[in-house]
């Protein structure tokens, strides 16, 4: 007897052939099954695959004239940029001239606005020291004596007399008369500055043009009248003799003196020429020529 007699088989029992048989079976079919399904994958489809081609599109373009196009395009804003540019430029110079233009105008015509006030306010000040200076010689000088006697319309008086330096020899008869008649026959013209006649007259015009009747050319001018002829007192005055305003050879003013306290004159352009009496408007002195 053996010594593993009664020792049990570890080994699997034996499967019975039926049961082989249908496990094979089984195994056969699914693998039947497997390689029908992957020969029906491998078979093309009845219906090929169709390619896709992407056609791409042709270019048919003039690129240099494109170019050309661009950069003459390009080259024609710029000298419009700089036309404009330009323009500008000249505009803004216009502009800055016609300021210093206007400032300039503005300037002068405040320069004259100035001169004239200035001028206006000399004269004024001048007027008023005149008016100052008559006012004072009225109340200093003591009331001048008519000498209506001392000439007549025949010339009494009148007749060569000594001048000093610059001698005058008057006509004998009737000078006197004629520079009085001719002074008195212009009263109610009117004065006009530089005036000298026959229309109207300023103060030396009127004096001159009197004097020319009697023959005696007189300087134009008040302040050479003035001192043309010989000093004489205001209290000794003869009919014909130049009244004078101011410092003698500066004489503002002229007038001629006609007998009986008074004297004509052309006195301003409110007055024009007029017939005073010494009162009205003291002189400063008087001068004799005939």
Not at 13 to 30: F, I, Q, T, Y
Not at 217 to 234: D, E, H, I, N, W
Request: with cysteine; net charge positive; glycine share 10%.
């Amino acid at each position: 007897m053996s010594l593993t007699a009664h020792i049990p088989s570890h080994r699997k029992p034996r499967r019975s052939a039926s049961k082989l048989a249908v496990r094979a079976g089984v195994a056969g079919g699914v693998l039947s099954t497997l390689a029908m399904a992957g020969t029906a994958s491998a078979t093309p489809s009845a219906e090929p695959a169709h390619e896709t081609t992407l056609e791409m599109p042709v270019l048919d373009l003039d690129l240099s004239a494109e170019v050309s196009s661009h950069v003459a395009k390009a080259a024609e804003n710029t000298r419009a940029a700089a036309v404009d540019g330009e323009l500008n430029a000249l505009e803004a110079t216009a502009r800055t001239g016609a300021a210093a233009e206007a400032k300039k105008l503005k300037a002068d015509a405040q320069q004259k606005a100035d001169a004239e006030a200035k001028a206006k306010a000399e004269k004024a000040e001048a007027d008023r020291k005149a008016e100052a200076e008559r006012a004072n010689r009225s109340t200093a000088r003591t009331p001048i004596q008519s000498n209506s006697g001392s000439s007549s319309s025949n010339g009494s008086s009148a007749g060569s007399s000594s001048q000093g330096k610059g001698t005058v020899t008057a006509p004998a008869t009737g000078s006197a008369a004629a520079i009085v008649n001719f002074a008195r026959a212009q009263v109610g013209k009117a004065y006009v500055m530089g005036g000298t006649g026959p229309s109207s007259f300023d103060c030396s015009g009127l004096v001159q043009a009197a004097y020319r009747q009697a023959g005696i050319t007189l300087p134009r001018m008040s302040q050479a009248q003035s001192s043309f002829g010989k000093s004489v007192s205001l209290s000794a005055l003869q009919a014909g003799d130049i009244l004078y305003w101011g410092s003698k050879g500066s004489a503002y003013h002229v007038a001629v003196y006609v007998g009986g306290g008074k004297f004509v004159g052309a006195q301003n352009s409110s007055t024009g020429i007029v017939e005073r009496s010494l009162s009205y408007d003291r002189p400063t002195g008087a001068v004799r020529v005939l």
